[in-house]
């Protein structure tokens, strides 16, 4: 009896374990900032996943020309796929709505509420203010 419970024990931490791991692998940084050589510019976005106690969070930024402010948002994390919403009110400098993602090795494919993060795809890079 003692050793049934032992393997169901070590079968949830098992587990748990091998969901956290995939869950890890939506960390790291994403980054599509780039400055224009004549004006000095900044355009594009950069979305740095990190986890926190209750799951994930991110820190995200986007440029027009002058880059937003950044702002922490919480992620919603299955495997490989995020999902997150900003705000009406954000200065980060991303349309307000829903977004969803897909992280891979080489970056993260960003869907957003309009142009142009619909099929957005953002490399796994330094951070542009590194």
Same mark, same amino acid.
Request: proline content about 8%; hydrophobic content about 40%.
């Given at each position: 009896?003692?050793?049934?419970?032992?393997?169901?024990?070590?079968?949830?931490?098992?587990?748990?374990?091998?969901?956290?791991?995939?869950? &890890?692998?939506?960390?790291?940084?994403?980054?599509?900032?780039?400055?224009?050589?004549?004006?000095? #510019?900044?355009?594009?976005?950069?979305?740095?996943?990190?986890?926190?106690?209750?799951?994930?969070?991110?820190?995200?930024?986007?440029?027009?020309?002058?880059?937003?402010?950044?702002?922490?948002?919480?992620?919603?994390?299955?495997?490989?796929?995020?999902?997150?919403?900003?705000?009406?009110?954000?200065?980060?400098?991303?349309?307000?709505?829903?977004?969803?993602?897909?992280?891979? &090795?080489?970056?993260?494919?960003?869907?957003?509420?309009?142009?142009?993060?619909?099929?957005?795809?953002?490399? &796994?890079? #330094?951070?542009?203010?590194?």
């Amino acid at each position: 009896m003692k050793l049934s419970h032992a393997l169901i024990i070590l079968i949830l931490i098992i587990t748990g374990s091998v969901a956290f791991a995939e869950n &890890r692998k939506v960390t790291g940084l994403f980054s599509t900032f780039d400055a224009s050589a004549k004006s000095g #510019d900044i355009s594009g976005a950069e979305i740095h996943v990190v986890p926190n106690p209750a799951g994930f969070s991110a820190i995200v930024q986007a440029s027009e020309g002058a880059p937003g402010f950044p702002e922490v948002i919480d992620l919603n994390v299955n495997g490989t796929k995020i999902e997150f919403s900003i705000p009406e009110n954000s200065a980060s400098g991303f349309p307000p709505g829903k977004y969803f993602g897909t992280v891979t &090795r080489k970056g993260l494919t960003l869907n957003g509420p309009v142009y142009p993060y619909k099929d957005y795809f953002m490399p &796994r890079t #330094d951070s542009f203010w590194q």
